[in-house]
């Protein structure tokens, strides 16, 4: 029969029932995995540690778990998670290889590309296959220097994780992504016009209307929103655009 825990026991907390000269051997033991888990993810290469798709990650997990288990449980066998990591690392290696090699395992393991926004405006179709709000989407572009969807040709978010961003040439008038509303510390909001030039945008995905769409109260037909506003020149190109004015 188990003995019953007591509480606060200072000796239980921080030795527990292992003998002193334990602690020796986990020392041992973390270095030893340690350097052999190094030496592992180094034959992987450069490509294992500077993305996270979905095999890396997958690759971190297993390896967390077989590397944490081994450097402080006396039950593990040391022989046992060297063999765990050189398996997993292994499997890893072979999926890059068939990475490398054919574009058909490179879909099917890390998946696609998936385009977020194509000609000025956020595309709310493809931003629900990864599960992003069109907040979270323009949070990234943001993120990579886009202050407008005007001056944006397209974003692909790609299979690893990252944002590719390509601009237009020539920039044109967008939904702007620096509303000052959406800062904790930001300005009071000015009142902004709705429609510029007889042209409004959709104030969620930037999708470019005529005026018209505000009088009949009409959702927007790419992502149903009904808030509009007016779309603006990005930063810089005003002066280059000239004298655009406001419709009531």
């Not at 200072?10 to 602690?23: S, T, W």
């Amino acid at each position: 029969m188990d003995q019953p825990v007591i509480p606060f026991d200072l000796a239980r907390m921080f030795l527990g029932e292992h003998p002193p000269l334990f602690y020796a051997e986990i020392l041992v033991r973390t270095v030893l995995v340690y350097v052999y888990a190094l030496l592992m993810i180094r034959w992987i290469g450069g490509r294992g540690v500077a993305q996270l798709s979905m095999v890396e990650f997958l690759l971190v997990i297993a390896l967390g778990s077989a590397v944490g288990d081994a450097m402080f449980y006396p039950d593990v066998p040391l022989l046992a998670t060297m063999a765990v990591i050189t398996v997993v690392v292994g499997l890893n290696k072979v999926l890059d290889r068939l990475i490398v090699r054919f574009d058909r395992a490179k879909r099917i393991i890390d998946g696609r590309p998936v385009a977020l926004a194509l000609d000025g405006r956020i595309l709310p179709e493809a931003a629900s296959q990864r599960d992003l709000g069109l907040a979270e989407i323009k949070a990234m572009l943001r993120l990579a220097g886009v202050g407008n969807l005007g001056e944006l040709r397209a974003a692909y978010l790609e299979a690893g994780g990252g944002l590719s961003v390509f601009r237009r040439s020539q920039v044109q008038p967008g939904l702007s992504l620096l509303p000052p509303e959406h800062l904790v510390n930001g300005p009071p909001s000015p009142a902004k016009a709705l429609a510029m030039d007889g042209q409004t945008c959709c104030a969620m995905c930037g999708a470019s209307s005529g005026a018209q769409i505000i009088v009949t109260r009409a959702p927007c037909p790419e992502c149903g929103n009904r808030m509009w506003q007016a779309p603006e020149w990005p930063e810089g190109a005003e002066s280059a655009q000239g004298g655009a004015k406001p419709m009531e």
